[in-house]
């Protein structure tokens, strides 16, 4: 198949902290993959690294069969790749929809999405438009972080913690716009500590431990590795 991201011997530091050792993974075009893992696993550094935001890297990163390891975080972005972190980062000072007009389109062959058709995705935004940043919810922040990346025609799609801390009717919110952008071919990698709201969504799943992937399989194996995964995991 078609591989959107292929990670082979990634090791990665934060200062003298070897944080990945020798992880290997892969994501195909269209799929949506979840990291499990404990907090400190190593999930969160994955994401980072594939952006170029740790210290030192080695291995490869292959994003649409490029090597991104060498290349800056600019760079790694216009290869099609959004990333929306643990922390938002939301401007207070601008309305919601000067957030959303803030990131330039970066893809070469696709143009994003229009306003419009976000503003159809997250219905709240719309309503929110003119709403300054400080002044959304938690969810509010959540989907506007998210709906900016898509603006920028990226694909592949990294999301760290994306219905952490929110409501419930939130978190369904963000289960349906995941459906709808697996629907239109987006690749999405997800970082999620909640279990419940990342096994209905995902194709497959990785595994990480001590910044190591220790298990790997498909949705279809779920019920068989619920043991595994309750010891891995508590979950």
């Avoid at 990670?7 to 075009?29: C, F, K, M, P």
């Avoid at 994955?46 to 080695?58: F, P, Q, S, V, Y």
């Avoid at 438009?129 to 959540?142: A, D, I, P, V, Y």
Wanted: proline share 3%.
């Amino acid at each position: 198949m078609d591989k959107a991201l292929e990670i082979t011997n990634l090791q990665a530091w934060y200062g003298e902290s070897h944080i990945l050792h020798d992880v290997n993974l892969s994501v195909n075009r269209g799929e949506v993959v979840t990291l499990l893992g404990r907090n400190g696993a190593g999930r969160t550094t994955t994401l980072r690294a594939i952006m170029g935001l740790t210290g030192t890297r080695k291995g490869s990163i292959k994003i649409n069969g490029v090597e991104a390891i060498g290349m800056a975080t600019h760079r790694v972005a216009h290869l099609g790749v959004g990333y929306c972190p643990e922390e938002r980062g939301i401007f207070s000072s601008l309305s919601a929809e000067e957030n959303l007009l803030l990131p330039p389109v970066v893809s070469s062959t696709d143009k994003g999405m229009t306003v419009d058709e976000i503003y159809e995705m997250f219905p709240n935004l719309a309503e929110r438009r003119s709403s300054q940043g400080t002044r959304l919810s938690g969810g509010e922040q959540q989907m506007l972080a998210v709906a900016r990346i898509l603006r920028t025609g990226a694909r592949l799609l990294l999301l760290d913690e994306i219905s952490e801390g929110l409501a419930p009717v939130i978190v369904q919110a963000l289960a349906r716009m995941i459906r709808t952008l697996r629907e239109k071919g987006y690749t999405i990698v997800m970082v999620e500590q909640n279990f419940r709201f990342a096994a209905p969504l995902a194709d497959r799943f990785y595994v990480m431990e001590h910044g190591q992937i220790v298990e790997s399989f498909a949705s279809s194996e779920l019920d068989a590795k619920m043991p595994v995964l309750g010891e891995l995991l508590g979950v």
